[in-house]
């Protein structure tokens, strides 16, 4: 069965530092990732997905994320932070041949002034 | 700008009290997901709907919850008695499907039990 591991549940960085937010999957078969952004009292709307093609994957808000099929890895990076980007973070995998979306536990990303 | 819509956004309600939440999904979506978000699991699929048909329930507790799409406009998830443990953020997001399958999510029901 699927599964995604989000190695942390916490990220602090400072305002214009890069961020790297972790995510591992496990799945037997082929796979497509997401990631998704929270803000307060929102629901999740999608910063980025890999389908298929090339392992590095731009999204929205100047987010990208790099799948590595050796390290079933998809981790999140920015090169420099904002306060708005202030949130919770939910790596998602999603098997080939299904609908389902299986969602991590979320990485809550503080930044400091 | 088309949305999901969620109502209602917040419900108080008495253990042991129905309670019901709807979802309009996007128009021309066919996959239709309710979701629980609660601090100590996160967040849990409870049901899923292809062309409104439920293909996966597992993650629901049947002897209280059930989950309906009287017709493609209106998805509802109902409750029944309600409990305490059940408080959460109930959400409910849309999608294609098939290979583009990012979901759309409503701003969610927060439910209290008291």
């Known amino acids: 069965a699927q599964s995604v591991t989000q190695l942390d549940s916490q990220v602090p960085v400072f305002e214009e530092a890069p961020v790297e937010l972790r995510c591992n999957y496990s799945s037997s078969v082929s796979v497509y990732l997401f990631w998704y952004v929270q803000y307060p009292n929102q629901g999740l709307q999608l910063l980025l997905k890999?389908?298929?093609?090339?392992?590095l994957v731009k999204g929205i808000n100047g987010f990208e994320a790099e799948f590595n099929k050796s390290q079933t890895s998809f981790h999140l990076r920015k090169p420099s932070v904002h306060i708005s980007d202030t949130a919770e973070y939910f790596c998602?995998?999603?098997?080939?041949?299904?609908?389902?979306?299986?969602f991590g536990k979320g990485t809550r990303l503080h930044i400091l002034p | 700008d088309a949305r999901v819509t969620q109502t209602p956004r917040h419900k108080v309600t008495e253990m042991g009290q129905e309670v019901t939440m709807r979802c309009q999904p996007i128009?021309?979506?066919?996959?239709v997901f309710w979701y629980r978000q609660t601090m100590m699991q996160g967040l849990e699929l409870l049901a899923y709907f292809r062309n409104r048909a439920p293909l996966d329930d597992s993650g629901m507790p049947k002897d209280r919850f059930s989950a309906e799409m009287p017709d493609a406009t209106l998805a509802t998830l109902k409750i029944q008695p309600s409990e305490p443990r059940d408080s959460a953020v109930y959400f409910c997001?849309?999608?294609?499907?098939?290979?583009?399958?990012?979901?759309?999510f409503g701003a969610g029901t927060r439910l209290s039990v008291l």
């Open positions: 890999y389908l298929s093609g090339s392992t």
């Open positions: 998602a995998v999603s098997e080939s041949r299904d609908d389902k979306i299986i």
């Open positions: 997001a849309s999608g294609l499907g098939g290979q583009g399958r990012i979901q759309y």
């Open positions: 128009l021309g979506h066919n996959t």
